[in-house]
T-cell receptor, first 111, second 113 residues
């Protein structure tokens, strides 16, 4: 079992829909949780990071962490075609360990 | 402000050769991390440096090495290249040694033939 599980998709939704992206993890040592967006053949772009369980909102994006269930989510409201990309969840513990990534979910927003 | 820069953009090497990849962090950032991203997978952690010292290492063979210079730029070296080393190599910079916020560069695409 991988430390971080993420459905690779593709996930296709119509423009304007609410998108829900999810990851599960097995390592209880993970404390910090991030979401990255990666366009084809580009480097990942940091969207949000969270520390505690609960919700964090930034514009059209909401990140949700449930440590008891080892489950994190990213919601995108009013989705746009420009949101079409691969979304990577990442997490780390409190020390000098690097980020552990999911495989990424390929999201397609249909105009 | 300029983001993380990496060079070269693309590179083609032959099995058994050596390669050096370069990274300049965001101005003011003292930490650099290296990741390998194989097609269809998430990035995998290789090394982490802060103030020119190695602070973390992922599960990669000794053929992989890195260093950080006084100006906080960094090099990743890979010896005895294998076909399986073909990947996008990403550099990320962080403002501090908590490494919670990591900002990635565009990557170097390495092809080993």
């Amino acid at each position: 079992q991988k430390e971080v599980e993420q459905d690779p998709g593709p996930l296709s939704v119509p423009e304007g829909a609410i998108v829900s992206l999810n990851c599960t993890y097995s390592n209880s040592a993970f404390q910090y949780f991030m979401w990255y967006r990666q366009y084809s053949r580009k480097g990942p772009e940091l969207l949000m990071y969270t520390y505690s369980s609960g919700n964090k909102e930034d514009g059209r994006f909401t990140a949700q962490v449930d440590k008891s269930s080892k489950y994190i989510s990213l919601f995108i409201r009013d989705s746009q075609p420009s949101d079409s990309a691969t979304y990577l969840c990442a997490m780390k513990g409190g020390g000098a360990d690097g980020l552990t990534f999911g495989k990424g979910t390929h999201l397609i927003i249909q105009p | 402000d300029a983001g993380v820069t990496q060079s070269p953009t693309h590179l083609i090497k032959t099995r058994g050769q050596h390669v050096t990849l370069r990274c300049s962090p965001i101005s003011g950032h003292k930490s650099v991390s290296w990741y390998q991203q194989v097609l269809g997978q998430g990035p995998q952690f290789i090394f982490q440096y802060y103030e020119k010292e190695e602070r973390g290492r992922g599960n990669f063979p000794d053929r992989f090495s890195a260093r950080q210079f006084p100006n906080y730029s960094s090099e990743l070296n890979v010896n005895a290249l294998l076909l399986g080393d073909s990947a996008l190599y990403l550099c990320a910079s962080s403002p501090d040694r908590r490494w919670r916020e990591q900002y990635f560069g565009p990557g170097t695409r390495l092809t080993v033939t």
